[in-house]
């Protein structure tokens, strides 16, 4: 049974910093693409970012040189470092794991306020 557990959302004030995790278990991890995407109310689910099993990352403009994705095979984890963080970053964030098969998964969400 594949698991995606995200964590490290929460309230911050503009111009802050969070950084979210994803624990992920079932899957094989190091051979997965891992990504980062978030759903504001009434908007689609979009990308922030995203990073291939050899490192290879991606990043949504809207986030290019505040964000930085990075993941750890040895402890199954994927990371999204936050900074500068704008009121337009509030959203749920989501951790999405896509297997070399093509399987996609997603974990639950943790939500992200910035706000004053």
């Known amino acids: 049974q594949v698991q995606l557990v995200e964590s490290g959302g929460g309230l911050v004030q503009p111009g802050g910093s969070l950084r979210l995790s994803c624990t992920a278990s079932?899957?094989?991890?190091?051979?997965?693409?891992m990504g980062w995407y978030r759903q504001a109310p009434g908007k689609e689910r979009e990308l922030v970012a995203s990073i291939t099993s050899g490192g290879t990352t991606n990043y949504a403009d809207s986030v290019k040189g505040r964000g930085t994705i990075s993941r750890d095979n040895a402890k199954n984890t994927l990371f999204l470092q936050m900074n500068n963080l704008r009121p337009e970053d509030t959203a749920v964030y989501y951790c999405?794991?896509?297997?070399?098969?093509?399987?996609?998964?997603w974990g639950q969400g943790t939500q992200v306020t910035v706000s004053s």
């Open positions: 079932g899957i094989a991890f190091r051979s997965t693409v």
């Open positions: 999405k794991a896509e297997t070399p098969i093509g399987r996609r998964y």
